[in-house]
């Protein structure tokens, strides 16, 4: 399964594989190219939620909100974890 | 990008491409066997912020939530807007 292929490389490749990870991608692929895109609204929600689960401060998350064409955005939210934190 | 590809080689396996579609994967990598997992009630919060954004019904989602090693749990979930729904 590619998808995974994926996530197993991003942890290889960096140098803490034993740190708690949370990887979140969100692609919105819209019919019409004036329809609503509401990504970075729903990234602010995520987010929220996440907070209700694990103690995360601002610095330990990374947000790449891209568009990859007329009709497709793609949201990854990579949370990694500090050691110990919790 | 491989994840990219592989969205892309979903949306061409479905017989309708011009759906409008919605993506959500969730890989949480424990440190820990015995480490808390939370994606179960994540998954319905995540589910309850999409709504806030797009009428959907629960036959237009497809949630696969897969445990895939001790530490490894991957979380899917699809939805697929009825055509002019919205």
Chains 1, 2 share one sequence.
Do not use: C, G, W
Request: hydrophobic content about 35%; cysteine-free; charged content about 35%.
């Amino acid at each position: 399964m590619s998808l995974l292929d994926y996530f197993r490389s991003t942890k290889k490749s960096t140098a803490n594989t034993a740190k708690e990870r949370l990887q979140i991608i969100v692609a919105h692929e819209r019919r019409r190219r004036n329809s609503p895109d509401y990504l970075p609204q729903l990234e602010r929600d995520i987010l929220e939620v996440i907070r209700k689960y694990v103690d995360i401060s601002p610095e330990d998350i990374a947000v790449t909100l891209e568009q990859r064409d007329d009709q497709l955005s793609v949201l990854e939210l990579n949370v990694t974890f500090p050691d110990e934190k919790r």
